[in-house]
């Protein structure tokens, strides 16, 4: 069974579910993810891209140890209905019929029939360049997840990053994911009364 990791928190809640919206190429909203081997904590795409980019991160991580980075390891439920595009024909079938003015894909209009979309960026056969390009601002394959109901599980997660000069060093080299044990459901949403009955 695949599991993702979505990096940025630890903690995942339905009132918390942002809608999908078009933004330029890539759409607003949905939960994030990139493919997670939960042997190999030593590696994830993003995390690898984030090493050298680490502006990104600091960008985004504005409170908080920014050596820890809070995460979640994400399972999906079998009858997740996620589309997967992949290939050149799974491209063009999205631009037929989920069409945008701009010649892409309307997001917004796709995630009221499937639950997520996992894209490859690269491996893709007689592409234009400009779609290829388009999908290159995705930087890793990627899953966006657009409705939490297709989550089974997930479990909390910690990237702990060695410690370095962020000032003088432009990149990273080290971090480590650390995921807890503990199955996690999501719960509805965020009030006090929730997280107390969760608590006990």
């Known amino acids: 069974m695949q599991n993702y990791l979505s990096i940025g928190t630890n903690f995942l809640a339905k009132d918390l579910e942002q809608p999908i919206t078009n933004s330029s190429i890539k759409p ?12 190999n904590i030593k590696f994830n795409p993003w ?12 960008y985004k991580q504005k ?4 050596f820890k980075i809070p995460a979640v390891l994400i399972t999906l ?3 997740a209905n996620v589309f997967t595009l992949t290939n050149t ?6 631009k037929k019929y989920y069409p945008r003015t701009d010649n ?3 997001f917004q209009k796709l995630s009221q029939d499937f639950d997520a979309i996992f894209i490859k960026v690269k491996g893709y056969n007689n592409i234009s360049s ?26 909390k997660a910690n990237i702990d990053i ?8 432009s990149t990273f080299t080290s971090y480590d994911i650390n995921i807890e044990s503990t199955i996690e459901q999501i719960i509805e949403n965020t009030s006090e009364e929730h997280l107390t009955r969760k608590l006990t």
Do not use: R
Not at 47 to 58: I, K
Not at 89 to 94: G, R, S
């Open 28 to 39: 607003s909203g949905g939960l994030w993810a990139t493919i997670q081997d939960p042997e």
């Open 47 to 58: 995390m690898e891209y984030l090493s050298m980019n680490p502006y990104v991160l600091f």
């Open 63 to 66: 409170n908080g140890d920014p």
């Open 77 to 79: 439920k079998n009858n």
């Open 89 to 94: 024909n799974e491209l063009d079938f999205l």
């Open 104 to 106: 892409w894909i309307d």
């Open 130 to 155: 400009e779609d290829q390009k388009k999908l290159n601002s995705f930087v890793v394959d990627s899953l966006i997840i657009f409705n939490l109901d297709c989550i089974k599980h997930y479990q």
């Open 162 to 169: 060695e410690p370095y000069d962020y000032i003088y060093e």
